[in-house]
């Protein structure tokens, strides 16, 4: 059975109230102690000066739930294929 990408962009990604569903379920039943956007987001290793681009953004989460740590001279640039994602 193949995927049909329109299907997720037109039902399951329209916007971010699925993503955000599954990301409070797993924010009130995660056994991690660290959140996972924090956990990512330091194990990625940024230059002092960044031009960063991330393709898939979402709703932006791991920015969003990282913002007290992005350095001001960084350049970021989020994108998604989801228009309903990138405009939350």
């Known amino acids: 059975m193949r995927t049909n ?3 997720f962009l037109n039902q399951q ?3 971010s ?3 955000d569903t ?3 379920l797993h924010k009130i039943y995660s056994t991690n102690r660290i959140d996972w956007h924090e956990w990512v987001f330091d194990n990625i290793q940024f230059a002092d000066e960044s ?3 991330e393709f898939g953004c979402g ?3 791991l920015w969003t739930e990282n913002l ?3 350095r001001e001279n960084w350049c970021i ?3 998604d294929f989801s228009k309903g994602m990138v405009s939350q």
């Open 13 to 15: 990604y329209v916007n």
């Open 59 to 61: 709703s932006g989460y």
């Open 5 to 7: 990408p329109n299907q």
């Open 22 to 24: 599954r990301i409070r």
């Open 17 to 19: 109230s699925r993503l």
């Open 77 to 79: 640039t989020l994108t």
């Open 51 to 53: 031009n960063i681009i």
């Open 68 to 70: 007290m740590k992005i």
